[in-house]
Nanobody, 125 residues
Framework: QVQLVESGGGLVQPGGSLRLSCAAS????????IGWFRHTPGKEREAVSC????????YYLDSVKGRFTISRDNAINTMYLQMNSLKPEDTAVYYC??????????????????WGKGTLVTVSS
């Protein structure tokens, strides 16, 4: 069965760092683009970052460029999001996601094949 399990969320002060992990199982990890969405109540779901299945090209939401870094380790079916210089507006539930359609459709959450349950990131002093 397909599983995407997030970890690493928590409470951090502004300017701090956090690393999210997503452990995948039940599908051919290497064939999927994987990444992160985030959602805060009252706001639209945002596509935060994506890393492709082939050449591992990356996508970042403009507001996180230069602060977040996405990576994947296909040997252990795990994807990471390193988040530095965190801001209060980064507070959200972060969801791991996978799609066979590639990062070019990443902004369309309806194209996602598999979702994790989410992990809460709170940035506050």
């Amino acid at each position: 069965q397909v599983q995407l399990v997030e970890s690493g969320g928590g409470l951090v002060q502004p300017g701090g760092s956090l690393r999210l992990s997503c452990a995948a199982s039940g599908f051919t990890f290497d064939d999927y683009a994987i990444g992160w969405f985030r959602h805060t109540p009252g706001k639209e779901r945002e596509a935060v970052s994506c890393i492709s299945s082939g050449n591992h090209s990356t996508y970042y939401l403009d507001s996180v460029k230069g602060r977040f870094t996405i990576s994947r380790d296909n040997a252990i079916n795990t994807m990471y999001l390193q988040m530095n210089s965190l801001k209060p507006e980064d507070t959200a539930v972060y969801y791991c996601a996978a799609t066979r359609w590639g990062c070019t459709v990443w902004g369309n959450w309806r194209a996602i094949d598999y979702w994790g349950k989410g992990t809460l990131v709170t940035v506050s002093s």
